[in-house]
């Protein structure tokens, strides 16, 4: 589990709230979630950064979930250019000061 897995709200609560919220529907959309929010460690990278790019593809409204998407698709994925536009993103969409903390850490390691 990554330091940022531990922030991001797993919960089948949580899918639907985004799926309701921010996203239109399909299909795929709960694996996505599931892979983007958990896949670290457990599948190739490429998988996790292709979910993530899926789950914000698709989100309706830019909001705090979405910047999580950001930040984990920057953690898993090797392109330092999309890793620092990612990480910029997640900062400007977080609130959680502690989780802010280490993207900004994934921001200097980037740009």
């Known amino acids: 589990m990554t330091w ?12 639907l709230a985004f799926a309701t919220l921010t996203a239109v529907a399909y299909e795929g959309l709960q694996a996505d979630y599931a892979t983007c929010a958990q896949g670290r460690g457990k599948v190739a990278n490429k998988r996790i950064v292709a979910s993530c ?4 593809d698709n989100a309706s409204q830019k909001n705090e979930l979405v910047g999580y998407f950001h930040a984990l698709r920057a953690v ?15 900062l400007q969409l977080l609130k959680d000061p502690q989780l802010a903390a ?10």
Do not use: E, G, W, Y
Request: charged fraction near 20%; include cysteine.
């Open 53 to 56: 790019t899926r789950l914000i």
């Open 76 to 90: 898993a994925s090797t392109d330092r250019a999309r890793n620092c536009s990612d990480a910029r993103m997640a």
């Open 4 to 15: 940022i897995s531990r922030f991001l709200p797993v919960s089948a609560s949580a899918l």
């Open 102 to 111: 280490h993207v900004r850490t994934l921001q200097k390691a980037n740009c």
